[in-house]
């Protein structure tokens, strides 16, 4: 079956630090990957994402790179700011089973001055 | 962009009534829309798939009799929770594709429900 597996938060990083926040996945098919991003009391929003083997999506100084020969979808992101505390899911999208996303468990991250 | 509105935002009522959370998709069609249940610091519970014109495919454990779905048109699914109690109490998400895109393309989320029964 389809899942995603996330690093668990929650992460505390100092402004301007790197950031890496892991995610890999298993699917039975060709899978879309995507990172969206949980500011506090809102919805998701789409940060980035990655349609085939290999593609990088990028947005907002954020990065990932769909690497199929170890399932990963790890994000990163080289001087976090402050602004950029928030709540980060990963996952997957599979066209064998149709719409559904499946959802990592969500990596908490809070960034300090 | 694709927009997602999603109203009201907040509700604060009573235990016993009736809660209505609409979901449009401002900019685009959907014939499948998604509402997610959210507790506080947890990921995303799907609850059901809304399908435009039918009904919806709820995942297992959801009371249907309970969250009442309507997807009346291609821009517009509702969530009623019906006769609502504290355990209800929660964030609500809903989450729209633009039609015919396959799964390359993302689903686009609204800013979410934020319902407390008293």
């Known amino acids: 079956g389809n899942s995603v597996t996330q690093m668990e938060g929650p992460v505390t990083l100092s402004e301007e630090a790197f950031l890496t926040i892991n995610c890999t996945y298993t699917a039975t098919g060709y899978p879309s990957l995507f990172w969206y991003v949980q500011y506090p009391g809102e919805g998701l929003q789409l940060l980035l994402k990655?349609?085939?083997?290999?593609d990088k999506g990028s947005n907002k100084g954020f990065e990932a790179t769909y690497r199929k020969e170890t399932t990963s979808f790890h994000l990163e992101k080289g001087s976090v700011q402050v602004s950029d505390s928030a709540v980060y899911f990963c996952?997957?999208?599979?066209?064998?089973?149709?719409?559904?996303?499946?959802f990592g468990t969500g990596t908490s991250l809070t960034v300090i001055p | 962009g694709a927009v997602v509105s999603q109203h009201p935002s907040r509700v604060i009522c009573k235990s016993g009534t009736s809660v209505k959370i609409e979901c449009r998709s401002l900019?685009?069609?959907?014939?499948?829309m998604f509402w997610y249940r959210q507790f506080p610091k947890q990921s995303l519970m799907l609850m059901a798939t809304s399908n435009e014109g039918s009904k919806a495919t709820y995942e297992q454990g959801v009371e249907k009799d309970k969250f009442l779905i309507n997807h009346a048109s291609l821009t517009l699914s509702t969530l009623t929770v019906t006769s609502a109690h504290p355990e209800d109490s929660s964030f609500y998400i809903c989450?729209?594709?633009?039609?015919?895109?396959?799964?390359?393309?993302?689903?686009?989320f609204g800013d979410g429900t934020r319902l407390s029964i008293l």
């Open positions: 900019d685009f069609q959907a014939t499948t």
């Open positions: 989450s729209a594709r633009p039609h015919g895109q396959g799964n390359r393309q993302p689903q686009h």
């Open positions: 990655a349609t085939k083997a290999d």
């Open positions: 996952a997957l999208s599979d066209l064998d089973t149709g719409n559904q996303f499946y």
